[in-house]
């Protein structure tokens, strides 16, 4: 069992910035994919950005040119850096994990961004 715990969230004004963090407990972390998704109440949680073992990213349309994602093996974190924040990026940000082949599949409890003047 994987487990996984999100941070960083909060309250920032429209134009700035924040930056998540993802840990994950699992011992080959360098053989996970991540991806980070939103959710907010009443819609389906939407990708925000994800990354691969090999470090290949993607990125929802909303955030193309203003989050960025990455990743630290050695500490087992992945990171949303998250700039130019907008009204519509607020929402309950999960990040989830999975290893190809491992059927395994994690998920943190989540992290609220509050993007308000």
Not at 42 to 66: F, M, Q
Not at 101 to 115: E, P, R
């Amino acid at each position: 069992q994987v487990q996984v715990v999100e941070s960083g969230g909060g309250l920032v004004q429209p134009g700035g910035s924040l930056r998540l963090a993802c840990v994950a407990s699992a011992s080959d972390f360098n053989l996970y994919n991540v991806r980070w998704l939103r959710q907010v109440p009443g819609k389906e949680r939407e990708l925000v950005a994800s990354i691969t073992s090999a470090r290949i990213t993607a990125y929802g349309d909303s955030s193309k040119g203003r989050f960025t994602i990455s990743r630290d093996n050695e500490k087992k974190t992945v990171y949303l850096q998250m700039n130019n924040l907008r009204l519509e990026d607020a929402g309950v940000y999960y990040c989830n994990t999975w290893k190809y082949g491992s059927g395994g599949d994690y998920w943190g409890q989540g992290t609220q961004v509050t993007v308000s003047q």
